[in-house]
């Protein structure tokens, strides 16, 4: 059996051949556009984040100096957490007490004797109250002279380390 097809039949079909190549053409255009805009979209994000990153760092290597937040501050955190014996929040004080003495980069180890010794002293002063609440007077006496001891001791101290020009004395 002979398939008969006349030109308007033969037409039809190059039209629809027209359309199904049109359309593919239309679809891979779009597909290459929309690759396109998917990568300007990257590199949009991309730079967006370098230069996010790179305000991070400019504001971290520019930030100032806060040594009253570093040694006084922190210290003082660190004794109301090691009282209540929440030690794992030393690690991010000592982070933040080093951030924030960013020209003396051991300043953290300072923090830390700072925290540590005024825990103790705290420490012992509590329990020490705790224990012989008869001798109140005796033991608040000893707790504020160790207290004036180390004060006169760091301030001397700094007279012995400071330049010839600086001393008083001898």
């Known amino acids: 059996m002979a398939i008969v ?9 190059q039209g629809d051949m027209m359309i199904v190549y049109i359309g593919i053409t239309v679809v891979h255009q779009m597909t290459r556009v929309s690759s396109v ?16 990153v790179s305000a991070v760092r400019l504001a971290w290597t ?7 937040l ?3 501050a922190v210290p003082l955190a660190m004794n109301a957490s090691g009282l209540m014996q929440d030690w794992w929040l ?5 982070l933040g007490a080093a951030a924030c003495t960013p020209a003396w980069r ?7 004797q700072l925290g540590a010794i005024g825990t103790e002293w ?11 609440p008869g ?8 707790w504020a002279f160790v207290a004036l001891f180390m004060t006169g001791a760091a301030k001397l101290n700094r007279q012995l380390q400071a330049p010839q020009r600086h001393r008083r004395w001898g």
């Open 5 to 13: 097809t006349s030109a308007r039949s033969q037409e039809h079909r």
């Open 37 to 52: 805009i998917k990568a300007a979209r990257r590199v949009a994000n991309t730079v967006a984040a370098r230069r996010a």
């Open 62 to 68: 520019q930030r100032r100096d806060r040594p009253w």
């Open 70 to 72: 570093a040694m006084i």
């Open 90 to 94: 030393w690690i991010p004080l000592l």
């Open 106 to 112: 051991w300043s953290w180890v300072l923090s830390f």
């Open 122 to 132: 705290s420490y012992v002063g509590s329990t020490s109250l705790g224990q012989w």
């Open 135 to 142: 001798q109140r007077f005796f033991i608040g006496a000893t």
